[in-house]
């Protein structure tokens, strides 16, 4: 099973709320990522999560707020967002050994107002 | 420093043409790992090879192959006998250890299959 799956599937919120994207694998892969992706362009590292650790952080501004509580699961913690933070968010797994393909999920794509 | 060349941003085809999609990568590394994904309308990235540097062999899955040259730093896909299902975007990504695995992508190739 090569399932990552992400929840909302849409989310809209105005400039001054706090949401959360989540995130869950059973594939027992012990890398996370969450990655951007804006319209008609390529997905964008933002986090890497490596046996529960925040192990690469792309200079991502600090109103993304990344979480790991656990092996399967990942969050992104969102507040005062821009609305050029409007975007599709994907979430993938991975074995931690280097240059294991990456399983994604369906994304949720965020509108902010 | 890492990068992934996709010339070609959209290339449209007849049902039943076969279709190249480039790739070109740059790296200086040694060691490092090659992908496709395809990402159709509904946005899910979709894994569909992944190659190691070590490793030329040229590699055919059904209707698709793949022909890593590292001669010229290139990862081509060929889709033999389109179909429409076939419609997607193709990413090439390259992934290479620069204090962490990072991969980075490619911008990316439309391909639109006409019935």
């Known amino acids: 099973d090569t399932e990552v799956t992400q929840t909302p599937k849409h989310l809209v919120m105005g400039m001054t709320n706090k949401k959360s994207l989540k995130c869950e694998q059973h594939m027992g892969h012990r890398a996370m990522y969450w990655y951007k992706q804006k319209a008609k362009k390529p997905p964008e590292l933002m986090f890497v999560?490596?046996?529960?650790?925040?192990?690469i952080n792309e200079s991502v501004p600090s109103r993304f707020s990344p979480e790991c509580p656990n092996s399967s699961l990942l969050n992104l913690h969102l507040h005062a967002l821009q609305p050029e933070d409007s975007a599709l968010y994907l979430c993938?797994?991975?074995?931690?050994?280097?240059?294991?393909?990456?399983?994604f999920g369906p994304g949720t794509r965020l509108t902010v107002l | 420093a890492q990068k992934v060349t996709q010339a070609q941003t959209e290339i449209s085809v007849v049902e039943k043409e076969d279709v190249t999609l480039d790739c070109v990568y740059e790296t200086r590394d040694t060691t490092y790992y090659l992908f496709w994904y395809k990402q159709p309308p509904s946005g899910e990235l979709v894994f569909l090879i992944r190659?190691?540097?070590?490793?030329?062999q040229n590699e055919i899955s059904g209707r698709y192959s793949w022909n890593f040259q590292k001669s010229t730093s290139s990862f081509n896909f060929t889709i033999t006998a389109s179909q429409v299902v076939d419609s997607a975007v193709y990413f090439c990504?390259?992934?290479?250890?620069?204090?962490?695995?990072?991969?980075?992508f490619g911008a990316g190739t439309r391909l639109f299959v006409k019935a």
């Open positions: 999560y490596s046996y529960e650790k925040l192990s």
């Open positions: 993938a797994s991975s074995h931690p050994r280097g240059g294991d393909t990456q399983y």
């Open positions: 990504a390259l992934s290479e250890y620069t204090g962490g695995f990072k991969t980075i």
């Open positions: 190659r190691n540097s070590f490793d030329e």
